[in-house]
């Protein structure tokens, strides 16, 4: 029986990926990899008024598919703080629990962290204080095709690409009460924040309906 799970780190992810949070005692984050585009890498999908948004955190020039994924910095160049958070207040200003939970997570936006892998970890860390998470986050210490004994490995197996996408037999959706409900109906598998503006406490009593034994 796995009792830990392998993942890369990805930017404010996904309401599946926080289900292997919850289902596994120790959550190793792939520190030793090299950068991939086109993944939830430096990307996060959220629900706005006019339906699924998708925000990009922009990289410094440079062939970044050929670094490690720590050695990829962030371009400051453009506002992109103050546009992602200014498209989640916009997005869920009006959830029940923006409030409560948006001084915690602010300030990351306000400081220029130079590496992405840094700035994603952060975020990860302080979302899994705020959902009350149990797991240890443990980043691995090199890489390796093969993963630990009782380790499943999920690197790659979550992303926005259909076509790169995994089958994940532990994985349900769960639908909750979302902002824009009326209008789009219920849109699964968005960023944790999602789950977390809408039902606040409750997130972590949904997050373990998601996964399948």
Request: proline content about 4%.
């Amino acid at each position: 029986m796995n009792t830990a799970t392998l993942l890369e780190l990805h930017y404010l992810p996904c309401v599946q990926y926080f289900s292997k949070l919850v289902s596994y005692k120790v959550v190793y984050i792939e520190q030793q990899e090299h950068y991939q585009k086109g993944s939830y890498r430096n990307r996060c999908h959220i629900a706005g008024a006019n339906g699924l948004l998708r925000l990009s955190i922009p990289l410094r020039q440079g062939k970044n598919e050929q670094q490690g994924i720590r050695e990829v910095e962030i371009a400051y160049k453009e506002a992109w703080q103050a546009h992602h958070w200014a498209s989640i207040r916009s997005a869920y200003g009006n959830a029940p629990f923006f409030e409560f939970y948006a001084g915690y997570l602010q300030p990351h936006f306000e400081q220029k962290t130079t590496h992405l892998f840094d700035f994603s970890l952060g975020l990860l860390q302080a979302l899994a204080e705020l959902l009350q998470l149990d797991c240890e986050l443990r980043l691995t210490e090199n890489y390796s095709k093969e993963t630990p004994e009782n380790t499943l490995d999920l690197r790659d197996a979550i992303h926005p690409k259909k076509h790169r996408r995994q089958a994940d037999r532990h994985f349900q959706s769960v639908s909750y009460p979302q902002v824009f409900l009326e209008k789009h109906g219920f849109l699964p598998n968005l960023s944790i924040l999602d789950l977390l503006f809408c039902t606040g406490p409750q997130a972590g009593l949904i997050l373990e309906q998601t996964f399948v034994a």
